[in-house]
């Protein structure tokens, strides 16, 4: 049996175009997760600079996806798994860093990212309430973000790095909720990629995050 729920300016969405959409999206998402090990183990040699080369074309990437949705799906997708590839290389250096330094905080690291994707996930993929709202605060949060970090390269602040990773997480619990529940309200399957797209940076940031935290505590 097909239910219905109606959204605001969403129109109608049916269970089976949310169910749909939903298995599209994770499925991009674990694509691009696959695609983005696949460049760090690739760039696990590669230096710092070609890194920086690598995080400009990930991100043009990513400005494509916006222009080619419009007009083909599969240079869509392709783009993302440009993107997931790039990014991977982009990081590998970093990644290979904490590797060699002490292994079991990757798996730390990965462990905590998919615990807290999966409560912020779940909690924005239920909820009934709009968040919306939420999204101007947290854009606005990570711009004072970039900026605080800015200011931790030239000035030392005691406990700045946890400082600075524990309100990433804050912030990106509240993009995580965001995206989930337009995952949950869109009706349109073409967005899948795109939703991937933003899901897939909202797991790599919190996992970034994360390896900050515990890389400090093995420090400690």
Known sequence: M??????????????DQTRTLFAQTMGYVAATAGVFALGAYLGRNMAYGLGFVGFIAAFACLIGMRFAARRSQPLTVGLLAGFGLLIGLALAPVLSYYARMD????????GATALFIAA??????????????IARVCFWALLA????????IFVSIPHGSLIYSVLGLVIFAGFT?????????SADIGSAPLLAA???????????????IFSGQEKD
């Not at 097909?2 to 269970?15: A, D």
């Not at 292994?103 to 990965?110: K, N, S």
């Not at 912020?120 to 709202?133: H, K, N, Q, V």
């Not at 933003?198 to 900050?212: A, G």
């Open 177 to 185: 909720l965001i995206d989930f529940q337009r995952l949950r309200r």
């Open 198 to 212: 933003s899901i897939f940076l909202d797991i790599l940031n919190v996992f970034l995050f994360f390896l900050q």
């Open 2 to 15: 097909t239910g219905s729920v109606m959204y605001p300016g969403s129109g109608t969405v049916t269970r």
């Open 120 to 133: 912020f996930g779940t909690a924005g993929y239920a909820t009934r309430r709009d968040l919306s709202a």
């Open 145 to 152: 973000l970039f900026a605080l970090g800015v200011v931790l």
């Open 103 to 110: 292994p079991r905080i990757l798996w730390q690291a990965g």
